[in-house]
């Protein structure tokens, strides 16, 4: 009997029944619904019921991404991480709601799962959505039980191999909230808010409003509409009433006017909110609120872009949606953190390449004052990869995009809207129609902003008038061409819809300098000249441009981030097998784990005013070597010393440095740069030391150093103060260091990891893109002396959490962080 009591205590324990979740509901409208739920990687008939066993699954925390869980493999396809990205999986969520708030209306709104949702309450199925990126909701009403009784949502998703062109994730991968509301109530996506008329004395501020009236009887409502302030401070109202049929809606009208307005802009992103109240007589039985911006966007002839009156030239870069070793699972913190990095580098904008971004995204571009083309689709009918968007284009086309306007116009940040990618109807006679079609999709949900899309089939994308249909084309690797097009077609505005595709590792130096197809170490120079045979490196495009009139609006670079998928040049064989373990892309300026490559300063000395000077490449070199040396600067002059020598003045733009152009190009094929500053030093050990003068004074320096033997670990909290909320994030860089702090160039050394304290290791990495190591680990090894540590709060649990790294031989290094309410 003892033995049988043991086995059932440990039985019960393993298989814990799920306990609902209760649903607090108070005065906000919305609920963050992430907490509770069971997962379940595999198929489980039967699992949408509500009886349904489910005690055997995980218990996670959304947003959750199970492929980038592993393992690598590449038997998974490289071009989408090597990663398992296809099957099924299930979730289910177990809550009860308070008896009281029966009457009320309920609706789920899921920001996005990957891929090919289908969700079940209580086991009556609410709907589907294929698409992984689009964010949609269900109304829950009418099916819901309440007080001790228990709901069952489920979800099942099914993405398929061969989806995607890089890595989409595999899950829910995105928030999920419930939204409660009174039956009369402003509509989800409800508001639509514009300032077509802005000056520094007065802004216009015109609102339409969508309000629902589920109720089987008419109702007379009051809407009051302010505008709010950084400071909470209301600066304009309106009042009116609306009568509102029984089962129906009603959209409203407004217009306020806002004195001295504070503008939205990318030096100053100013935000304010919007609140909107439904009213019935003094009670307030819905509150709306809408964060928005205050500026204008213009695009004209003579000045190009736009923004509040001034001219803006895009430095922008495209940007994949996962968060490196975070994978899809979209976080607040991770995405700040990528644009700060770029917001250093002088990024002002960011084209969400290929599909529509995460809300979280959209709100920080707000907040940090990004300019946004907001993409739609890879592809349309045309597949580019078996099982892509094509299956499902005709069908859902029209509600992805209209749902993506809807859900993204208020947004201050975004100037654009993409229809697409590359698709494969610039070969078509028709392919203009399809576009028509989606550009009038956008039009219609929001007439104050221009379409556009990026071709890189140019030439018939100009013959079938494809790129006249939509408002302002984009050509992807066309440097050479954008005169031309703008001679031939004198009422066009264009831009570089994707530029450069340089590939490159960061910390590694191939010698001699050239433009090869592969290297043994399936790693790629960072001297910044490699580039695929579509592209070339920076500085064509950067010449081309600054032949171009103010008709050419600037560039998006691919890309600003290393990304999942696509390691190009490595991707040869099925799946890219032959070229494993490369899994993800050299394209970045900064690589998977956030650490920027040589090519960050190259852009940064292009796109920043502050005095500034890097010196590459690391100064670990044999004796009776003679190593080229490059510095980027914005400055007008750089001095170059070895070990205090002077080694030589160069001025700005004064010389030129031969580079090769284009992989797989005839290696003839040569451009003349004069975007570097370029020495040929003979080595010898110590310090490498550019300065950089402005008006002949030193306005900025950089250095290397000869590394001695690894001695140390040295481990950096980008921040030792993150919020208790179980989703905020520390990024802890680790550097091996030689005895005298200099960093170790090529060090590999495995580092082992150990966090105590109310926190966690959300992912370790090291921007290596030829690894299979897995990123949920608490070890990893350094890349060219790095390696990167991110750790996670636990929700509710304030305190100090201890970070420690160790290596074998090596020093080790210890951090501590404070999470706080």
Same mark, same amino acid.
């Given at each position: 009997?003892?033995?049988?009591?043991?086995?059932?205590?440990?039985?019960?324990?393993?298989?814990?029944?799920?306990?609902?979740?209760?649903?607090?509901?108070?005065?906000?409208?919305?609920?963050?619904?992430?907490?509770?739920?069971?997962?379940?990687?595999?198929?489980?008939?039967?699992?949408?019921?509500?009886?349904?066993?489910?005690?055997?699954? *995980?218990?996670?925390?959304?947003?959750?991404?199970?492929?980038?869980?592993?393992?690598?493999?590449?038997?998974?396809?490289?071009?989408?991480?090597?990663?398992?990205?296809?099957?099924? #999986?299930?979730?289910?969520?177990?809550?009860?709601?308070?008896?009281?708030?029966?009457?009320?209306?309920?609706?789920?709104?899921?920001?996005?799962?990957?891929?090919?949702?289908?969700?079940?309450?209580?086991?009556?199925?609410?709907?589907?959505?294929?698409?992984?990126?689009?964010?949609?909701?269900?109304?829950l009403t009418g099916k819901l039980h309440f007080g001790n009784e228990a709901n069952v949502i489920a979800v099942r998703l099914t993405p398929e191999a061969?989806?995607?062109?890089?890595?989409?994730?595999?899950?829910?991968?995105?928030?999920?909230?419930?939204?409660?509301?009174?039956?009369?109530?402003?509509?989800?996506?409800?508001?639509?808010?514009?300032?077509?008329?802005?000056?520094?004395?007065?802004?216009?501020?015109?609102?339409?409003?969508?309000?629902?009236?589920?109720?089987?009887?008419?109702?007379?409502?009051?809407?009051?509409?302010?505008?709010?302030?950084?400071?909470?401070?209301?600066?304009?109202?309106?009042?009116?009433?609306?009568?509102?049929?029984?089962?129906?809606?009603?959209?409203?009208?407004?217009?306020?006017?806002?004195?001295?307005?504070?503008?939205?802009?990318?030096?100053?992103?100013?935000?304010?909110?919007?609140?909107?109240?439904?009213?019935?007589?003094?009670?307030?039985?819905?509150?709306?609120?809408?964060?928005?911006?205050?500026?204008?966007?213009?695009?004209?002839?003579?000045?190009?872009?736009?923004?509040?009156?001034?001219?803006?030239?895009?430095?922008?870069?495209?940007?994949?949606?996962?968060?490196?070793?975070?994978?899809?699972?979209?976080?607040?913190?991770?995405?700040?953190?990528?644009?700060?990095?770029?917001?250093?580098?002088?990024?002002?904008?960011?084209?969400?390449?290929?599909?529509?971004?995460?809300?979280?995204?959209?709100?920080?571009?707000? *907040?940090?004052?990004?300019?946004?083309?907001?993409?739609?689709?890879?592809?349309?009918?045309?597949?580019?990869?078996?099982?892509?968007?094509?299956?499902?284009?005709?069908?859902?086309?029209?509600?992805? $995009?209209?749902?993506?306007?809807?859900?993204?116009?208020?947004?201050?940040?975004?100037?654009?809207?993409?229809?697409?990618?590359?698709?494969?109807?610039?070969?078509?006679?028709?392919?203009?129609?399809?576009?028509?079609?989606?550009?009038?999709?956008?039009?219609?949900?929001?007439?104050?902003?221009?379409?556009?899309?990026?071709?890189?089939?140019?030439?018939?994308?100009?013959?079938?008038?494809?790129?006249?249909?939509?408002?302002?084309?984009?050509?992807?690797?066309?440097?050479?061409?954008?005169?031309?097009?703008?001679?031939?077609?004198?009422?066009?505005?264009?831009?570089?819809?994707?530029?450069?595709?340089?590939?490159?590792?960061? #910390?590694?130096?191939?010698?001699?300098?050239?433009?090869?197809?592969?290297?043994?170490?399936?790693?790629?120079?960072?001297?910044?000249?490699?580039?695929?045979?579509?592209?070339?490196?920076?500085?064509?495009?950067?010449?081309?441009?600054?032949?171009?009139?103010?008709?050419?609006?600037?560039?998006?670079?691919?890309?600003?981030?290393?990304?999942?998928?696509?390691?190009?040049?490595?991707?040869?064989?099925?799946? #890219?097998?032959?070229?494993?373990?490369?899994?993800?892309?050299?394209?970045?300026?900064?690589?998977?784990?956030?650490?920027?490559?040589?090519?960050?300063?190259?852009?940064?000395?292009?796109?920043?005013?502050?005095?500034?000077?890097?010196?590459?490449?690391?100064?670990?070199?044999?004796?009776?070597?003679?190593?080229?040396?490059?510095?980027?600067?914005? $400055?007008?002059?750089?001095?170059?010393?070895?070990?205090?020598?002077?080694?030589?003045?160069?001025?700005?733009?004064?010389?030129?440095?031969?580079?090769?152009?284009?992989?797989?190009?005839?290696?003839?094929?040569?451009?003349?740069?004069?975007?570097?500053?370029?020495?040929?030093?003979?080595?010898?050990?110590?310090?490498?030391?550019?300065?950089?003068?402005?008006?002949?004074?030193?306005?900025?320096?950089?250095?290397?150093?000869?590394?001695?033997?690894?001695?140390?670990?040295?481990?950096?909290?980008?921040?030792?103060?993150?919020?208790?909320?179980?989703?905020?994030?520390?990024?802890?860089?680790?550097?091996?260091?030689?005895?005298?702090?200099?960093?170790?160039?090529?060090?590999?050394?495995?580092?082992?990891?150990?966090?105590?304290?109310?926190?966690?290791?959300? $992912?370790?990495?090291?921007?290596?893109?030829?690894?299979?190591?897995?990123?949920?680990?608490?070890?990893?090894?350094?890349?060219?002396?790095?390696?990167?540590?991110?750790?996670?709060?636990?929700?509710?649990?304030?305190?100090?959490?201890?970070?420690?790294?160790?290596?074998?031989?090596?020093?080790?290094?210890?951090?501590?962080?404070?999470?706080?309410?």
């Amino acid at each position: 009997m003892k033995r049988l009591w043991f086995l059932l205590t440990v039985f019960s324990f393993g298989l814990r029944a799920a306990v609902p979740v209760p649903v607090q509901i108070g005065a906000d409208r919305r609920i963050n619904f992430d907490d509770g739920w069971r997962f379940l990687k595999g198929d489980a008939p039967g699992a949408e019921q509500p009886g349904f066993d489910d005690s055997s699954w *995980r218990e996670v925390r959304l947003p959750h991404d199970w492929a980038i869980e592993g393992p690598f493999d590449a038997k998974f396809g490289t071009s989408t991480g090597g990663l398992p990205v296809a099957g099924t #999986g299930w979730y289910r969520k177990t809550f009860t709601l308070p008896e009281p708030s029966r009457g009320r209306e309920f609706t789920i709104m899921f920001d996005g799962a990957m891929a090919n949702a289908h969700v079940w309450l209580n086991g009556q199925e609410l709907g589907s959505r294929p698409y992984g990126y689009s964010s949609f909701f269900f109304d829950l009403t009418g099916k819901l039980h309440f007080g001790n009784e228990a709901n069952v949502i489920a979800v099942r998703l099914t993405p398929e191999a061969r989806a995607s062109r890089f890595y989409p994730g595999a899950g829910i991968y995105r928030n999920v909230w419930l939204d409660v509301t009174d039956p009369v109530h402003v509509s989800e996506w409800g508001t639509y808010v514009t300032t077509p008329q802005v000056t520094a004395v007065l802004a216009s501020v015109e609102v339409k409003t969508e309000v629902e009236n589920r109720s089987a009887r008419p109702a007379r409502v009051t809407l009051r509409t302010s505008v709010m302030d950084a400071n909470g401070r209301r600066v304009a109202n309106h009042t009116g009433d609306a009568d509102l049929p029984a089962n129906g809606s009603q959209t409203v009208s407004s217009t306020l006017a806002v004195a001295r307005p504070e503008l939205w802009d990318i030096g100053r992103p100013y935000l304010y909110n919007l609140v909107t109240e439904v009213m019935a007589g003094d009670r307030v039985l819905d509150r709306y609120v809408t964060p928005f911006g205050i500026r204008s966007i213009e695009f004209n002839q003579d000045r190009g872009f736009e923004l509040n009156g001034r001219q803006v030239k895009f430095q922008g870069v495209c940007l994949h949606s996962d968060l490196g070793a975070l994978g899809m699972a979209v976080n607040r913190r991770a995405i700040e953190r990528e644009l700060e990095i770029l917001k250093a580098a002088g990024v002002n904008a960011v084209r969400t390449s290929h599909n529509p971004p995460s809300p979280e995204f959209l709100e920080e571009a707000d *907040r940090l004052g990004f300019l946004v083309i907001d993409e739609a689709f890879d592809m349309w009918r045309i597949p580019k990869v078996p099982n892509g968007y094509a299956k499902y284009f005709d069908e859902w086309s029209e509600r992805d $995009a209209r749902d993506m306007a809807r859900r993204d116009r208020n947004h201050p940040s975004i100037m654009m809207w993409s229809v697409g990618n590359e698709v494969g109807e610039q070969g078509r006679a028709d392919g203009w129609e399809v576009a028509k079609r989606l550009v009038d999709f956008f039009h219609q949900e929001d007439p104050t902003r221009p379409t556009t899309a990026a071709f890189d089939n140019w030439q018939a994308a100009i013959k079938n008038r494809l790129a006249e249909t939509v408002d302002i084309p984009g050509f992807n690797y066309k440097p050479e061409h954008y005169k031309e097009i703008l001679k031939d077609h004198p009422g066009w505005l264009i831009y570089g819809s994707e530029t450069a595709s340089t590939v490159s590792s960061r #910390g590694v130096y191939h010698l001699p300098i050239q433009n090869y197809g592969k290297h043994p170490s399936k790693q790629v120079t960072s001297y910044d000249v490699v580039a695929p045979f579509w592209s070339n490196p920076p500085d064509v495009d950067f010449y081309y441009e600054d032949q171009s009139s103010n008709r050419f609006l600037g560039e998006f670079v691919w890309t600003g981030f290393d990304y999942l998928g696509e390691p190009t040049p490595y991707n040869g064989g099925r799946d #890219g097998a032959q070229d494993w373990p490369a899994r993800s892309s050299y394209f970045g300026m900064v690589d998977l784990a956030g650490f920027p490559k040589d090519r960050y300063y190259f852009y940064q000395s292009r796109w920043t005013s502050k005095p500034m000077v890097h010196v590459l490449p690391s100064w670990n070199w044999e004796p009776g070597m003679t190593i080229p040396v490059m510095a980027y600067s914005n $400055a007008e002059e750089v001095e170059l010393f070895l070990n205090g020598k002077s080694l030589g003045r160069k001025k700005r733009f004064a010389g030129t440095f031969t580079i090769p152009v284009g992989l797989n190009v005839s290696p003839t094929l040569k451009f003349d740069t004069k975007y570097r500053f370029v020495w040929q030093v003979d080595y010898e050990p110590g310090t490498l030391r550019a300065v950089a003068y402005n008006g002949g004074r030193q306005a900025a320096a950089d250095e290397q150093r000869t590394a001695g033997a690894p001695a140390q670990i040295k481990i950096t909290p980008d921040r030792t103060t993150i919020r208790a909320d179980g989703d905020d994030l520390s990024y802890i860089t680790v550097r091996i260091e030689d005895k005298d702090g200099n960093l170790c160039p090529s060090a590999n050394n495995m580092v082992h990891f150990a966090v105590t304290g109310p926190g966690s290791i959300a $992912a370790v990495d090291n921007g290596n893109a030829a690894s299979d190591e897995p990123f949920q680990a608490d070890h990893h090894t350094a890349f060219n002396g790095l390696a990167l540590i991110i750790v996670r709060s636990k929700p509710g649990e304030t305190g100090r959490i201890h970070v420690a790294a160790s290596a074998d031989g090596l020093a080790q290094a210890a951090a501590d962080l404070t999470t706080v309410e």
